[in-house]
């Protein structure tokens, strides 16, 4: 019984994800559209006469409407061809493998670095010492403002023009994985890194702080438990829900926001990818690029949810 | 700064290309030790997006890394020299008939694509056609030719018939006629090529190339090159400065200042290689009175448009569009300002009281907005109030560029009569000044009937300075292109335009 009711929960779960990324094709199917010109106007722009640009809308599809344009793409997705990029007539498949290594290791290298940090600036903030708390509260409201360019700079400035610890840019070298040279991955990654954590301990400082105030809490604190254990022990469980949305939201931003780290730095990710076929009106790249972000974010939404469940659920 | 890591690696790799037998006759000594192996690949960190990187020759090439990818694997008919002369390449000879209509062209015979077959005239004629069929997308580069009309005569001659007589082909043969396999269909990858470089695989950003030891041409000094596709300029001028690629090509003029005295690189500048031209449409109020374009000429204070727009780093510009094309008049006076006469000529017009204007710029290159804001205020003193409207670089080319009255343009080293195919002719597709005189167009054509090449160099040279004094153009100013290379790196190409894709003799230093 417990087994059925566990898959219809699965089944609705992976129903509701498939409805969000639906709906989020479409929404950056629109939005990108809604861009003006198309990948013929742009790529030429101004240099070719109007009988060749429609030439070259004619021979790229572009000339057909929205909605059948859409619903080949939608078909082609689902059937595992995400097309060809409008702009290089390559497979969208190779674009995105070539580049999802360098990506995923920045995120993931980022994500690790983020995730102990979160928690420990927040609780920092809240039970910290005494006259540390503003300061941290401070750091950590601020950082989550900034933007990644100025982090980045100061990155540089710091650790590389003063210091000379790293190089102020990552080319990596031709046939080389990006986990060959992790000095390379030490900017990128730290420029990801802060803002990401600055922003999740910003979040995280209130709900730790609803519940250091919960009464079982207080009194594992008034019986002498130590800051760390009253933070592992009580706090974090209880925070388990909100901190895995909260990683659900910031592993598809890191995903998706490569884009300002990959560009400063000069390496050739799915961020610098995305933000190039926007430029070009890419539009088959945009929508696979954009779909994987969402797609990161939403299976992290979906697992946030069960978790939730999970711990909740015990209690009810 | 040394990153010890990094170079293990790199040294690794080469010392085990070595025990392979990869290079039985490398040009370094023999006894290489690893610093030496290290220095057989020359790093280049190239303009342009990896995500555009082209793979099709003959289509678009949006940046500068998919022309030096090119010109590494393949052969093309001529080259531009650096003093503007036409040089052969894989074409020896072009010769024509009395008429300047039938070019026979003769080609190398001891050139052989990587897959063994020899380079044959079939070969050079398919590629150029395959160039007429891409014409929207190379912006007509083969529009003077009547390509179904040509023929090929034998293994190493073609005839090349033109549509008009045309006394330039050797240049319109220049830089871009990279030449394929007869019979090549799938672009996508990179097809056999007779170049000095044969592609050997890399990744999305950096792609690499091995020495093809069986070129015709001068042995290149490198045994690899590596091409590096970074948009930003920043981060490539950076990444020559940290070791990490040996060319930076375009990179911004404040770190050239900043690192003029580095003894440890080498700043190459270009002169006359990037000018961003004021347009004015000779069809569109208040600029189709020659008095009012004449007035913005002189208004113009281009010695503090060059210092503010490219730090200096250029000379100011006397309204000519080419002025390093072999053709360009010579003996002109510098223009320079002279707001009392502007303000006469705007009288005469009919605009004592001054005129509103909108002037569009865009941020697609650097410093174009700034220049539209100091333009701004310079014709303020002669009564054209130009308001600055800024158009987002990626569609600054679609909704500006060769459709509004007034703007800032962009304009990349190349040759008079490309400019001219382009912009100046009456079918040109992007006529953006709507310079449409017949008189110009008759002495264009009978410019390019002239045989002798002093006579006809004097006519284009005409051609140019009535365009100067009538046209739709203002130059102000011309930035010199700014490389940075590692000390004592040699062989770096000459001259702006195609010649700067050209980099299969660069060589490393000591």
């Given at each position: 019984?417990?087994?059925?009711?566990a898959?219809?929960l699965?089944?609705a779960?992976?129903?509701?994800?498939?409805?969000?990324l639906?709906?989020?094709?479409?929404?950056?199917?629109?939005?990108?559209?809604?861009?003006?010109?198309?990948?013929?106007?742009?790529?030429?722009?101004g240099?070719?006469?109007?009988?060749?640009?429609?030439?070259?809308?004619?021979?790229?599809?572009?000339?057909?409407p929205?909605?059948?344009?859409?619903?080949?793409?939608?078909?082609?997705t689902?059937?595992?061809?995400?097309?060809?990029?409008?702009?290089?007539?390559r497979?969208?498949?190779d674009?995105i493998?070539?580049?999802?290594?360098?990506t995923?290791?920045?995120?993931?290298?980022?994500?690790?670095?983020?995730?102990?940090?979160?928690p420990?600036?927040?609780?920092?903030?809240?039970?910290g010492?005494?006259?540390?708390r503003?300061?941290?509260?401070v750091l950590?409201v601020?950082?989550a403002?900034?933007p990644?360019?100025v982090?980045?700079a100061?990155l540089?400035?710091?650790l590389?023009a003063?210091?000379?610890?790293?190089?102020?840019?990552?080319?990596?070298p031709a046939?080389?994985?990006?986990?060959?040279?992790?000095?390379?991955?030490?900017?990128?990654?730290l420029?990801?890194?802060?803002?990401?954590?600055?922003?999740?301990?910003?979040?995280?400082r209130?709900?730790f702080?609803?519940?250091?105030?919960?009464?079982?809490?207080?009194d594992a604190?008034l019986?002498?438990?130590?800051?760390?254990?009253?933070?592992?022990?009580?706090?974090?469980?209880m925070?388990?829900?909100?901190?895995?949305?909260l990683?659900?939201?910031?592993?598809g931003?890191?995903v998706?926001?490569?884009?300002?780290?990959?560009t400063?730095?000069?390496?050739?990710?799915?961020?610098e990818?995305?933000?190039?076929?926007v430029?070009?009106?890419?539009?088959?790249?945009v929508?696979?690029v954009?779909?994987?972000?969402?797609?990161?974010?939403?299976?992290?939404?979906?697992?946030?949810?069960?978790?939730?469940?999970?711990?909740?659920g015990a209690?009810? | 700064?040394?990153f010890?890591l990094?170079?293990?690696?790199?040294?690794?790799g080469?010392?085990?290309?070595?025990?392979t037998?990869c290079?039985?006759?490398?040009?370094?000594a023999?006894t290489?030790?690893?610093?030496n192996?290290?220095?057989?690949?020359f790093r280049?960190a190239?303009p342009?997006s990896?995500t555009n990187?082209?793979?099709?020759?003959?289509?678009?090439?949006?940046?500068?890394?998919?022309?030096?990818?090119?010109?590494?694997?393949?052969d093309?008919?001529?080259?531009?020299?650096?003093?503007g002369?036409?040089?052969?390449?894989?074409?020896?000879?072009?010769?024509?008939?009395?008429g300047l209509?039938?070019?026979?062209i003769?080609?190398?015979?001891?050139?052989?694509?990587?897959?063994?077959?020899?380079?044959?005239?079939?070969?050079?004629?398919?590629?150029?056609?395959?160039?007429?069929?891409?014409?929207?997308?190379?912006?007509?580069r083969t529009?003077?030719f009547?390509?179904?009309?040509?023929?090929?005569?034998?293994?190493?001659?073609?005839e090349?018939?033109?549509?008009?007589?045309?006394?330039?082909?050797?240049?319109?043969?220049?830089?871009?006629?990279?030449?394929?396999?007869?019979?090549?269909?799938d672009f996508t990858?990179p097809?056999?090529?007779?170049?000095?470089?044969?592609?050997?695989?890399?990744?999305?950003?950096?792609?690499?190339?091995?020495?093809?030891?069986?070129?015709?041409?001068?042995?290149?000094?490198?045994?690899?090159?590596?091409?590096?596709?970074?948009?930003?300029?920043?981060?490539?001028?950076?990444?020559l400065?940290?070791?990490?690629?040996?060319?930076?090509?375009?990179?911004p003029?404040?770190l050239?200042?900043?690192?003029?005295?580095?003894?440890v690189?080498?700043v190459?500048?270009?002169?006359?290689?990037t000018?961003?031209?004021?347009?004015?449409?000779?069809?569109?109020?208040p600029?189709?009175?020659v008095?009012v374009?004449?007035?913005?000429?002189l208004a113009?204070?281009?010695?503090q448009?060059?210092?503010?727009?490219?730090?200096?780093?250029?000379?100011i510009?006397?309204?000519?569009?080419?002025p390093?094309?072999?053709?360009?008049?010579?003996?002109?006076p510098?223009?320079?300002r002279?707001?009392?006469?502007?303000?006469?000529?705007?009288?005469?017009?009919?605009?004592?009281?001054?005129v509103?204007?909108?002037l569009?710029?865009?941020t697609a290159?650097?410093?174009?907005?700034?220049a539209?804001?100091?333009i701004?205020?310079q014709?303020?003193?002669?009564?054209?109030?130009a308001?600055?409207?800024l158009?987002?670089?990626?569609?600054?080319?679609?909704?500006?560029?060769?459709?509004?009255?007034?703007?800032?343009?962009?304009?990349?080293?190349?040759?008079?009569l490309?400019?001219?195919?382009?912009?100046?002719?009456?079918?040109?597709?992007t006529?953006?000044?709507?310079w449409?005189d017949?008189?110009?167009?008759?002495a264009?054509?009978?410019?390019?009937?002239?045989?002798?090449?002093?006579?006809?160099?004097?006519?284009?040279?005409?051609?140019?300075?009535?365009?100067?004094d009538?046209?739709?153009y203002?130059?102000?100013?011309?930035?010199?292109?700014?490389d940075?290379?590692?000390?004592?790196?040699?062989g770096?190409?000459?001259?702006?335009?195609?010649?700067?894709?050209?980099i299969?003799?660069?060589?490393l230093g000591?």
């Open positions: 019984m417990r087994l059925r009711r898959a219809t699965l089944a779960m992976v129903a509701r994800g498939l409805t969000l639906a709906a989020a094709s479409v929404m950056i199917f629109l939005a990108a559209e809604a861009l003006p010109g198309d990948a013929a106007e742009v790529r030429f722009g240099r070719a006469t109007p009988e060749q640009v429609a030439q070259i809308r004619e021979a790229g599809g572009l000339d057909r929205p909605h059948a344009r859409y619903l080949d793409w939608l078909a082609g689902l059937a595992g061809r995400p097309g060809h990029s409008y702009v290089t007539g497979p969208v498949a674009l493998s070539e580049r999802a290594p360098v995923l290791l920045l995120a993931g290298a980022a994500l690790a670095l983020a995730c102990p940090a979160m420990a600036l927040a609780w920092l903030a809240v039970r010492p005494r006259r540390l503003p300061v941290i509260t950590v601020g950082g403002a900034l990644q360019v982090v980045a100061g540089v400035a710091l590389s003063a210091w000379g610890l790293v190089p102020p840019v990552s080319l990596l046939g080389a994985a990006p986990w060959q040279h992790p000095h390379l991955l030490v900017l990128p990654v420029t990801l890194a802060l803002p990401s954590a600055a922003y999740g301990a910003a979040l995280l209130g709900v702080a609803d519940v250091a105030a919960l009464p079982f809490v207080r604190e019986r002498g438990l130590s800051s760390l254990a009253v933070l592992l022990r009580y706090v974090l469980p925070s388990a829900a909100p901190l895995a949305r990683l659900a939201v910031i592993s931003g890191l998706a926001g490569t884009a300002v780290a990959e400063l730095f000069g390496l050739a990710g799915l961020g990818l995305l933000v190039t076929a430029g070009v009106r890419d539009i088959p790249v929508q696979a954009a779909l994987l972000a969402t797609a990161v974010v939403v299976c992290g939404l979906l697992a946030a949810d069960g978790i939730a469940r999970v711990t909740t209690r009810a | 700064m040394h010890p990094r170079r293990r690696l790199v040294a690794a080469l010392a085990a290309a070595f025990l037998g290079s039985a006759t490398s040009a370094s023999p290489a030790t690893p610093k192996a290290a220095a057989d690949t280049y190239a342009g990896p990187a082209a793979t099709d020759p003959h289509g678009l090439l949006p940046g500068e890394s998919d022309l030096v990818r090119m010109a590494l694997t393949y093309v008919l001529t080259l531009p020299g650096p003093g002369q036409t040089l052969p390449r894989l074409a020896t000879s072009w010769q024509p008939d009395p209509t039938r070019w026979r003769a080609i190398r015979g001891d050139a052989a694509f990587s897959d063994g077959r020899p380079v044959t005239a079939a070969d050079a004629l398919f590629s150029l056609r395959r160039m007429g069929e891409k014409a929207a997308e190379n912006f007509g529009a003077m009547d390509l179904a009309a040509s023929k090929v005569i034998d293994d190493t001659t073609f090349l018939v033109t549509r008009k007589p045309y006394a330039e082909v050797g240049k319109a043969l220049e830089g871009a006629t990279f030449v394929v396999p007869e019979g090549s269909t990858r097809v056999p090529g007779s170049g000095p470089f044969r592609p050997a695989g890399g990744t999305a950003q950096a792609a690499l190339f091995e020495r093809n030891d069986s070129w015709w041409g001068p042995r290149p000094p490198s045994r690899r090159i590596e091409v590096r596709a970074v948009p930003d300029p920043q981060a490539r001028g950076q990444a400065l940290s070791g990490q690629a040996d060319l930076a090509g375009g990179v003029a404040t050239v200042k900043q690192h003029q005295d580095n003894p690189i080498q190459v500048r270009r002169p006359g290689a000018l961003y031209p004021l347009v004015m449409r000779t069809d569109a109020e600029f189709d009175d008095r374009r004449r007035a913005v000429r113009l204070d281009r010695k448009l060059l210092d503010v727009t490219f730090l200096g780093f250029g000379e510009g006397n309204d000519l569009l080419t390093k094309d072999p053709s360009a008049p010579t003996g002109l510098q223009r320079s002279d707001l009392a006469r502007a303000r006469a000529l705007m009288s005469e017009a009919g605009l004592k009281d001054g509103d204007v909108t569009r710029s865009t290159y650097p410093g174009m907005d700034t539209a804001t100091l701004s205020r014709l303020g003193e002669i009564g054209i109030r308001r600055v409207q158009a987002p670089p990626d569609t600054y080319f679609s909704t500006v560029y060769g459709k509004e009255p007034f703007y800032v343009s962009y304009l990349g080293g190349i040759p008079f490309d400019v001219v195919r382009v912009a100046l002719t009456p079918d040109s597709p006529n953006e000044t709507a449409k017949p008189a110009w167009a008759a264009l054509d009978k410019a390019l009937a002239e045989p002798d090449e002093a006579r006809r160099r004097a006519l284009l040279g005409d051609l140019q300075a009535r365009l100067r009538e046209g739709g203002a130059v102000w100013a011309l930035s010199d292109r700014l940075l290379a590692g000390k004592g790196v040699t770096l190409p000459e001259g702006i335009g195609f010649s700067a894709g050209f299969d003799q660069v060589k000591g």
